[in-house]
């Protein structure tokens, strides 16, 4: 099982590393697919690791004395391995289910003071959306939006940002990648920003799109709430993912859902809440679900840190892109290379849907969106092969040309 740290696994790219981990994937043996941000394919290794955590801890317990060690030290080395990768101390570190409760719980537990404005990009996924505008209901905030759907390039997000910013903005939600276009926001001049404003906002960071396809430590040290799963781009299993909480959140936010995880252990006080960020894990999970995290997160070190990996998924997303981009009646929405892995893009006369559905009838497996903006998204891990990307291409030539 993996230890953690990124520099313990770190080795050299090579292309039997991709390969292997390819062939540990059952899910792209298929099929091709271009859904990671959807959900990532979970390797083989990863589903033997989650069933023998279960066997084991059937086989000391379930619930017994011997249980215990074995399930603090997953947890220990998962949450070490997690920080590692945010460049954080551990006790910055809470679990979550999914990205949604990350972005949205610790936000009921922030001192709201009506009037306040919570400023929410025009490109952030529904969830956290709607979060706010119930808040906002309950505690008589204003919820703005500033666009960023056409922004590509750092200075014209800033310059949104600074045009939609306001003496009462207490809050700014921004994804770290966009999960419509890809692209990359720039989370470390925001959080710059902010530290500016006279009121201090909250930075709520959404790390759906970014978490295990590009390095995190310089959004993470930006942010006050930075939230991920395991199932997208890092390849776990669904049902597990992790908050980053800023000391300052820390400091004067208060956990909504409290559950017996949340308490200080030895004190016979009835709310005597963890002084770090396990406050907000809540009660009994999953426990072998963080055994197949920790191992996919082992796999995918074996190709390379996250910078090595990042340089692996630019090069097949940019190849992508690039195809795209000259065959006529298609746009790219992004004008240059993606950041990440994300390449979305339109065909004249086609809707995304029909795009998809036409992908779908010939074995390839992408999304679309409709709002807030419409396209068709591939996505691109560093287990994506340059061939799969060129059929895509040549899937879309031929639609474009019939
Ligand atoms: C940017 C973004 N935020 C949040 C989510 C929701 O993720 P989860 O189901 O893990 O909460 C997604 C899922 O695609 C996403 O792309």
Known sequence: MASGSEAAFHQEASPAAIAALRQDMPALANKVYFNYGGQGPLPRASLQAMV?????????????????????GLILS???ALADLCGVAPQRLAFTENVTSG?????????????DQLLISHGEHPGVVATCHEIARREQLQVKTFSVQDCSKAAQVLERLDAALQPRTCLVVLSHLLWTTGAAMPIAAVGRRLREHVNQPWLLVDGAQSAGAVPLQEAV??????AFTGHKWFCGPEGLGAMVLSQRLLEVGTPTMIGWRGLAPGTDQPLRLHGDARRYEIATSCYP???????????LATVGDSQQRLAIIREQSGHLWHGLRQLPGVETLL???PPGGLVSF???????QQVVNFLTERGLVLRSFEKPTACVRACCHVTTELVEGQRLVAEIASLVTN
């Open 52 to 72: 023998e955590s279960w066997q084991r801890i059937q086989a000391l317990g379930p619930f017994a004395k011997p249980v215990v060690p074995y399930v603090e």
């Open 78 to 80: 998962l949450r070490q």
């Open 103 to 115: 972005c949205v719980l610790p936000l009921w537990g922030l001192p709201w003071r009506p009037g």
């Open 221 to 226: 040290a930006a942010a006050d709430l930075y």
């Open 289 to 299: 679900l963080m055994a197949g995290l920790l191992q996919s997160l082992h796999s």
């Open 335 to 337: 004008p240059e290379p």
């Open 346 to 352: 339109r065909v004249k006369d086609h809707s995304p």
